[in-house]
């Protein structure tokens, strides 16, 4: 999706979370990295429509994320830092199951929607399971299907290895890198958007550097020095 940031800022009160910013995205792949407090999260609600620029606009192919909402939720998929809060239902297949039924999908379309995204994740033999049940890198890869499910064209991550050990966060950065979708991943993991062609670096609520995923890294370590 075309990703556009016309002058949007985003205000709690006296608090400017992200200052007025114009940016035009399109890669399958965006890398979002700063300190804490820098405007990430701020700055991902701005494109998935959760938060509505206080000034200026946000659009995904020409779709404004406050008039155009509706269809700004269906094109666009979340996955938070802590996939416990995501899943809600008791069984994997029934929360993964949600999405589409909610959508008015039933029998045998709803069925193989769901089988297609536990298997696209390894996760067919764990589906029966109750989220206390699994890691939590499978966990993670559980609210993945039960975005994907969705047909999103876009997916958000708001740093989705925080918790995980190293196995855990092989296993996460494989599934985002052969994801179709195209993806925003938000992450004090460095070596999870390293590759990217494209990472955004935020500080004080400001862009601070725009380009490849080695040399915002090397930017970011040193904001992160003074
Ligand atoms: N709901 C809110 N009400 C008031 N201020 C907020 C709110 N959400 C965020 N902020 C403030 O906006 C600024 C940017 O926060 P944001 O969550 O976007 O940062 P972040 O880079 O994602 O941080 P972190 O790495 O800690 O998750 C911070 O100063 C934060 O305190």
Same mark, same amino acid.
């Given at each position: 999706?075309? &990703?556009? %940031?016309?002058?949007?800022?985003?205000?709690?009160?006296?608090?400017?979370?992200?200052? /007025?910013?114009?940016?035009?995205?399109?890669?399958?792949?965006?890398?979002?990295?700063?300190? +804490?407090?820098?405007?990430?999260?701020?700055?991902?609600?701005?494109? +998935?429509?959760?938060?509505?620029?206080?000034?200026?606009?946000?659009?995904?192919?020409?779709?404004?994320?406050?008039?155009?909402?509706?269809?700004?939720?269906?094109?666009?998929? %979340?996955?938070?830092?802590? /996939?416990?809060?995501?899943?809600?239902?008791? &069984?994997?297949?029934?929360?993964?199951?949600?999405?589409?039924?909610?959508?008015?999908?039933?029998?045998?379309?709803?069925?193989?929607?769901?089988?297609?995204?536990?298997?696209?994740?390894?996760?067919?033999?764990?589906?029966?399971?109750?989220?206390? !049940?699994?890691?939590?890198?499978?966990?993670?890869?559980?609210?993945?299907?039960?975005?994907?499910? +969705?047909? /999103?064209?876009?997916?958000?991550?708001? !740093?989705?290895?925080?918790?995980?050990?190293?196995?855990?966060?092989?296993?996460?950065?494989?599934?985002?890198?052969?994801?179709?979708?195209?993806?925003?991943?938000?992450?004090?993991?460095?070596?999870?958007?390293?590759?990217?062609?494209?990472?955004?670096?935020?500080?004080?609520?400001?862009?601070?550097?725009?380009?490849?995923?080695?040399?915002?890294?090397?930017?970011?370590?040193?904001?992160?020095?003074?």
């Amino acid at each position: 999706m075309h &990703i556009l %940031f016309d002058q949007a800022e985003l205000s709690y009160g006296p608090v400017v979370a992200l200052k /007025p910013l114009s940016l035009s995205l399109h890669e399958p792949r965006i890398g979002v990295i700063g300190l +804490n407090g820098s405007g990430k999260t701020s700055f991902a609600r701005l494109v +998935n429509g959760l938060a509505k620029p206080t000034r200026g606009r946000v659009t995904l192919d020409g779709l404004d994320t406050v008039a155009d909402e509706k269809a700004v939720i269906a094109v666009t998929g %979340f996955i938070f830092q802590n /996939p416990g809060h995501q899943i809600i239902l008791p &069984i994997i297949r029934d929360d993964i199951a949600l999405g589409p039924l909610s959508r008015g999908l039933k029998g045998r379309d709803l069925e193989e929607r769901v089988e297609a995204a536990l298997a696209r994740f390894g996760l067919t033999d764990l589906a029966s399971r109750r989220p206390h !049940e699994l890691s939590g890198g499978q966990l993670q890869l559980a609210a993945l299907a039960a975005v994907v499910v +969705n047909r /999103p064209k876009l997916i958000l991550f708001d !740093e989705p290895t925080n918790q995980l050990d190293l196995r855990n966060r092989a296993r996460v950065k494989a599934a985002i890198e052969a994801l179709e979708e195209q993806a925003i991943v938000i992450s004090h993991d460095l070596d999870l958007v390293r590759d990217f062609s494209r990472v955004l670096v935020f500080h004080e609520g400001a862009l601070a550097f725009d380009g490849a995923g080695v040399d915002a890294i090397a930017r970011y370590r040193e904001i992160a020095a003074c």
